[in-house]
């Protein structure tokens, strides 16, 4: 009796049909290995600048080009990251949004306010997300599948201290408050709320309808969760931003993302697309992940450069990805 004897009377096969077993759980076992290296040593790092035009201005106004970060995740020895952060101050953008979650790490906050560099300069705005507050910490995956699942959070992390970083700089915080600003000539009306995936929202800070004299109504939450998107859109602003999803971080070809992390549904997991009646939303996939899950498949890192012009019934959107910033390009509106 050979050593395979039990395992060839368990499953009923012949010596070569074994063999054939044996070769397929090695193959399977190999592109699994491929696709983890892949996922967490290449796409992870493989940032990607995304271009998307959005009508949402009002008829007559100028453009608006606006930088979207969100979800750094920021770890003090993440070069790569950093250098290419760095680089989108050449884009020159109008105004930056940042959406939340730049913190992965207590020590992290002078290397996220490195990158961000220059932009830091310009007109932006911001709300936290909750790991800006909070560390990471392990969690088995599955619980994404649920959810309701329990929150666990880490080590507090000094928010504070980035909060202090950004404003000293003149970015404009909005949380549960209202910011009107006005940049490239067109007057921003914006609003927004601490991180609703951990319950810190409180839109009735912020709620009513926003200055009607605006070129724009945006509103700022780090999670898209529709009870918050709701009460944006009965409030008639224009577009929403968000983060937090990671864009589903592990997608699969021709199926997307499984998981949204959030209560959204799966088709608006990242880039643009409408809620209500009139309402536009547009949620960035992120350029991070946390330390304890360090990999992104089908789902690159990503910041975007948002075009927001007049609304008009005969445009169209459009979504182009660019592998590094266009350092050549020309200002606009």
Known sequence: ?????????????????????????????GAAAAGLAYAT?????????????????????????????????????????QAWISELEALEPDLVVNT????????AVPSVIQSLGGLLSRP?????????????????PLKYFKKDHKRSHGAPLPWQD????????????????????????????AAGVDDPHIGRDRYETVAGRPNPLAHLRLGLTHSPEPRVLDQFADDGYDLV????????QLCLPLVGALVTNCNIDRS????PSSWGASMKLHVSAGLGTSPYAPARFCCRPEATL????????????????????????????
């Open 41 to 81: 040593l290449i796409e992870r790092n493989a940032f990607v600048l995304r271009h998307q035009t959005m009508n949402v201005l009002e008829p007559g106004s100028s453009t608006l080009r606006v930088l979207h970060i969100s979800d750094i995740h920021m770890l003090p020895n993440q070069r790569l990251k």
């Open 268 to 271: 608006r997991v990242k880039g």
């Open 241 to 248: 931003m968000a983060g937090h999803t990671h864009g589903g």
């Open 1 to 29: 009796m050979d050593a395979f004897d039990p395992v060839r009377r368990a499953v009923g096969a012949s010596p070569e049909r074994l063999t054939r077993i044996q070769q397929t759980a090695a193959v399977t076992a």
């Open 100 to 107: 939340g979650d730049n913190l992965a790490h207590p020590q």
């Open 306 to 333: 948002l075009t927001l012009t007049p609304v008009s019934h005969g445009d169209a959107e459009y979504d182009e990805e660019q592998s590094v910033p266009p350092l050549a390009e020309t200002r606009r509106g």
């Open 124 to 140: 932006g705005l911001f709300v936290f997300g909750s790991n800006d507050y909070f560390g990471p910490t392990p969690k088995n």
């Open 162 to 189: 980035l909060r202090a970083a950004f404003t000293e700089r003149g970015w404009l915080d909005a949380t549960h408050t209202i910011r009107e600003l006005e940049v490239a000539g067109v007057r921003v009306a």
